[in-house]
């Protein structure tokens, strides 16, 4: 399977309000809205802290923020990173990140 690396969309495509415990994120480009749970906005704040045009692995990202989270899945079996990526990957699929897969 090949590796996919995650990467920031550019900071005027996300504009993000924080709501308590939420954080309400509209996408610019598609008008939409999304509402989401810690931490998956940190996921993006470790993705926005690296260099323009710079992508980063799961476990990258995990690096990053693992300070802050205990990252756990459903499966207790399941690596932290694989939750991660799995994370990062539905914010792929939702335009909220760049996701870039290695051949």
Do not use: N, W
Not at 4 to 22: D, E, I, M, N, Y
């Amino acid at each position: 399977m090949p590796a996919q690396r995650f990467a920031a969309l550019p900071t005027a495509a996300l504009k993000r309000v924080p709501l308590g415990g939420l954080e309400a994120i509209y996408h610019v480009p598609s008008g939409i809205t999304h509402l989401l749970a810690e931490p998956v906005p940190d996921l993006l704040d470790a993705l926005a802290r690296l260099e323009s045009g710079q992508c980063a692995t799961a476990a990258q990202v995990l690096a990053l923020v693992a300070e802050r989270f205990d990252i756990v899945g459903d499966d207790p079996g399941e690596a932290p990173e694989a939750v991660v990526g799995e994370r990062l990957a539905e914010l792929g699929a939702l335009g909220l990140v760049t996701i870039v897969t290695d051949a």
